[in-house]
């Protein structure tokens, strides 16, 4: 992947850096390897156990074969290159990552080739490729020292416990010998209990021979992993072979060096190994780079269902962990995975091979890709991972994976899996493998599932056996297959038969027509070697384009959102972190619907912000390679118009340059472009380069030191390779001072550049603490940065300042934002753990906390004390009684629900809960102030333990109180829910009580609960209720029995027990026979109710809630405001009819999840209801001396009745058609109104009508109806607006609007209207 960054530097274009030769230095003789002890005393003070007997006692238990010993790097070729320093420490350290490995004679010795990777601190990459093999120790201080070992080991052993304990006992990983093949391993049980039956013997330096494992290692800037793995095991051949290689091995190993070149930019190159030439080659400027280990192996290692969820987890940055007993493997799939993420960089610590020293660095609290070598029989559950939340886990020797528990699927992931394992098959390797994925599951840790591990792993053999494809059908196998078909007379006729019948033995036909076209091609000059590398580039290429074809398809429309706001490339630095680069809501909108929970995560990554860094930067400096790879192919999409009809569906599109991306290489392969030099003898004394076999010869330094001084290649292409790299290393600078550049990486790339690659060498406490520190100061600026994210994409205005367009926030990036800062708390929780227990670490806290809690409650009566200030605050709330503030109280709901299943769970549903009431950093402050606790639970160097950080994060968390979440309601929408309501009458007009029985209906954006009678005299009641969501109105009555049925409500109030969110309901009239409208039951709609009066004080930065609901003013009928004399004028009532059809409009254009009530715009507030309410009231003769007060509802009812009697006299006839059926509909609408059973006053009616007619768009005919009627006169003044022909066409124009949107209504208004 980085390929194209790592050997692009000013690098000269040498193929390989450094040949160098890691094992055991006969001088210092058996060294304990001091790093393996050093885990072993990190791993006991993480334990809690004591670590010094650690590091003493562990190893006498140990066979001594089975201990580690320090490899020391035995030479390297050159001393050092100047654009590549060598690292010796971390070169030894990965040569061989557990040290030096010893058998006898009676154990298998297999040579063992793995790879891996160094990362520099700017993030460059250096390659290693190893190739381990055994070689007969003849240093007799050695045996003696071994032999003693087991002397003092089997004493030990006799004296303490008897001899049947398992060798493999040991506890640590570093013991486990490294070299053992994977294979090997799989037999394990056999040959532990042989080496067990030995023991008493074990080694005798007078009857076995000792050897000794030794590693040859090539440095190289590019991962030629094929060509170096053939050049190693040539040389390695040269030194057992029992004839002598044709040349010195410094020939060899020179030519390597100094005259085999890096193959330039689309081209191949020739060299020659000790006895057959190998080939290799490099992608041209608009390929995908260069990636030469085998995706084959990675997709039959793991199932392709199981890859593209591994590559879900590393596109959306969590911690992924493999897990392998061979390094190589786990290389092959860190690569695999990175190289998918083209045109994308990991951009956090990559560690294919985690030595076993640097365990402890899976404590780091940020997202990293880092490979751990299981031991031999380890059982996964004895696993110990600091933190397991964010956690993706992979097990490539066993084929599963255990996932995080909420993340979202990658777009069209059905298809493009079937469109993966299709390519696949075309190189006939069988895609179906791999258990299927476990998310977290709770109650069964990994290791409790009812299968053992050791169970798994035979069963995996078995499906081996069954299913030879998961071994990616070798050559040799297939030919075996195929053989065994011909060879088999009754399959042959089987075959026949198929045949005669129309059936095609697809698979082996496909197969007879590869073996034969392999053997055609073999005899055409390649080798089967030559074959499969070929076959193996022709597959990595195709199954690379699908994955890059995804994203063309995803991000074709990128740079359309890139905010290109800076004028220079100085600006732009200085002020990166204020900077928006990337229009995200638009984006989003933009998309298909079935990708917005994947991309809304993904565009928050570092990964994707780099990206659009790198392209706002490519306004000023060289495009970065793979950005530049990236665009090119976009504007090829586009010039072929290939997206244009789908731009925003999500229909699949397959990936469509498959055969010419596999001409390319096939072509490189076939045609080689360079040969290198041959080998030849160099300038050396006679009797240097003496050969004796089996034993790896110490090489003439004075030779390998110093390239050839008169190399034409080596000048020509070197010079001007150098003068390009030069040119472009300057252009890289031109424009930036280096300080200004290394200020930019380290701010606007936060911490995790810089902790790319853990330092592999100095482990000293120091440094150890260093990194924590490190690690410290990133959570606290991503805390930093995430909250103010939170705040700016919620509060809006700050938003459209910068850009944004409206001011709202999406439901779903809000959803990511919560949930990614869940993620933060997670990890800053499980950073610095002394023990973890659970998978949340932050859960488990909280429950330590409870306990001692309820252990405090049991000892003492609540004290007095904490209450008083509590108490007061509610006098400010009339009617709802205190809901105290408890962190246990809320730790109790998220207990109760039985929809949550596990502790991760459990948190982000606690965190979601705080944030929702407000109390996120009141809670985690109190839960801090443990100390006690927090010092039980944390090392010294915690975050959570470093008191000035944690209070600034908490200062952050206390900024997000500024806004309104609903994160918590909005997310479980199916639990039980606990609701308080209290009806709060007028007191004045002391009829507090009623004689009649009063019921209640309460109803919320996800349902209702059903009508409530209310106990007679009782103003408060509590009802458990599936989540109604945010609430929006209440249906209040009474039966009207008894001589005191009148009842004067002043408003309702309903509470969430949970969330503490209280809505007040206004109403402010009666409800009774004979008084006001006559209503015996009235529809309230809601609005949220701030909190007290004292807390208020401190929220002057509020956002708008979405919607203000009707507040009592309103309701107090306008009859009583014109009694007032605040009669409001004709403009300010077509004022008001405007904004609110206005908002009605606005409502249905923001996306459905935002919408909120429309409830409240029809009826609330300032909704068209209420507006269209003062139209009608407006020179309305409604006051009557000595009579009832007349209605508007009266002035309809008596219209519709002259209507109904004109229909009868035939008037109606002559009218034009369309007239009469309006005139029919509107009767019908009313007399439906009045017909209902429900006991609604005339002002309920008219409400009724109006909204009515708005959903089923009539209004607009029904005005000129009211409007032509004779009654009018009777009942308007000549001044009112409704006699007034221009405003009354005016106001139909507006109403009209409403026609494009389908305005639906909640049920608690029009239940029981029969139409």
Known sequence: MSGSSAGSGAAPCRLVHYFVICGIDTETGLEPDELAALYQWLEADRQGTDPDAAATGENLEQSPLKRTFKSKVLARYPENV????????????????????????????????????????????????????????????????MQTLYQMHNAENTSSNPPSTSSSSSS????????????????????????????????????????????LCLITPMPFMHASRRFLSQMHRAVTDSSAPPLPLESYVHNILYEVPLPAPGRSLKFHGVYEPIVCQRPGPGELPLADFPLAETFSLLGVENLVQVFTCTLLEMQILLYSQDYQRLMTVAEGITTLLFPFQWQHVYVPILPASLLHFLDAPVPYLMGLQSKDGTDRSKLELPQEANLCFVDIDNHYIELPEDFPHFPNESEFVQELSEVLLSFGISAISGAPPRTRTPGSAPGSAPSTPGRERRTAVLRQLEDDGRNGNLAGEELAVLELLQGNATLERLQALTKRTGVTVARVD??????????????????????????????????????????????????????????????????????????????????????LPFLSHFIETQMFATFIDNKIMSQWEEKEPLLRVFDTRIDKARLYNVRAPSLRSSSYQRCSVLK???????????????????????????????????????????????????????????????RKDRHRQQSEHLTLDNDLKEKYMQEARSLQKNLRQPKLSDLSPAVI?????????????????????????????????????????????????????????????????????????????????????????QQQAESPVSNVPERRKSESSIGMPFLRVSLIQDMRHIQSMSEIKTDVGRARAWIRLSLEKKLLSQHLKQLLCRQALTKKLYKRYAFLRCEEEKEQFLFHL???????????????????????????????????????????????????????????????????CQNLGKLTTVQLGHDNAGLLAKWLVDCVMVRNEITGHTYRFPCGRWLGKGVDDGSLERVLIGELALPNAEEDSGRGCRTPPLQRSPSQTRRISITSMSARGSKPTSAQIQEAIGEAVNNIIKHFHKPEKERGSLTVLLCGENSLVAALEQFFHHGFKSARLFQKTVFVWDFVEKAVAYMESADQMGDLQETAEPLGMTCQSLCHYVNAINSTRRNIGKDGKFQLLVCLGARDRLLPQWLPLLVECPVILRMYEDTAQLRDRTTVNALIGVVETLHDFPITLEASLVKGIDL
């Open 660 to 722: 010419e991306a596999a001409q390319a290489i096939e072509q490189r392969l076939m045609k080689i472009d360079h040969t290198a030099i041959h080998p030849h003898l160099l300038d050396m004394k006679i009797g240097q380069g003496k050969y004796e076999q089996g034993f790896f010869p110490k090489l003439q330094a004075d030779v390998l030191n110093a390239g050839p001084s008169n190399n034409k290649w080596s000048h020509r292409t070197a010079t001007t390779q150098r």
């Open 510 to 595: 496909a197969l007879r027509a590869r073996i034969k076209g392999q053997s055609i091609e073999g005899q055409g000059g390649r080798t089967a070697a030559e074959e499969e590398e070929l076959r193996n580039a022709k597959l990595n290429v195709q199954l690379r384009e699908v994955f890059a074809s995804r994203f063309i398809t995803m991000f074709a429309d990128y740079e359309a959102f890139v905010i290109q706001s800076a004028p220079d490339l100085e600006s732009w630095l200085t002020n990166r972190e204020q900077m928006h680069n990337f229009d995200k809501a638009s984006f989003l909108s933009d998309q298909p619907e079935p990708y």
């Open 172 to 215: 640590s990983s570093s013991s486990m010998d490294s070299l053992a093949s994977s294979l090997d391993e799989a037999d394990s049980p056999t040959t532990s209990s042989s080496s067990s039956s030995r023991r008493p013997g074990g080694y005798d330096s007078s009857r076995d021979t000792l050897y000794v494992s030794k590693a």
């Open 958 to 1024: 206390l900024s997000l109180n500024a806004v309104d979440y609903f994160c918590f309601t909005s997310v479980f929408t199916t639990i039980m829910i606990p609701y308080r309501v209290v009806i709060i009458p007028i007191k004045k007009l002391s009829n507090t009580m009623t004689t009649s029985n009063p019921w209640v209906c309460v109803s919320g954006e996800l349902g209702d609960s059903g009508i409530m009678q209310i106990p007679k005299n009782v103003l408060e009641m509590t009802f458990d």
């Open 769 to 857: 603490a260093q990194t924590n520190w490190k690690f410290v100061e990133g959570l606290l600026k991503e805390c930093r940065m995430k909250t103010k994210r939170m705040l700016v994409a919620k509060m809006g205005r700050e938003a459209v300042e910068l850009g944004h367009g409206e001011a709202n926030i999406t439901g779903l990036e809000e959803n990511t934002l919560i949930a990614s800062l869940c993620d933060l708390l997670e990890r800053i929780w499980s950073h610095g753990l002394q023990v973890k227990q659970g998978k949340s670490a932050l859960w488990s806290h909280l429950l330590h906390y409870q306990a001692r809690e309820e252990k405090l409650e």
């Open 82 to 145: 100047e654009w590549n320093p060598f690292d010796q420490d971390a070169v030894n350290m990965l040569c061989m990552p557990k040290g030096l490995s010893f058998r006898t004679q009676a154990e298998p010795r297999e040579t063992q080739f793995h790879s891996f990777i160094i990362t520099k601190e700017d993030g460059s990459r250096t390659y290693g490729f190893v190739h381990t093999f055994y070689e007969e120790v003849t240093s007799p201080q050695i045996c003696s020292a």
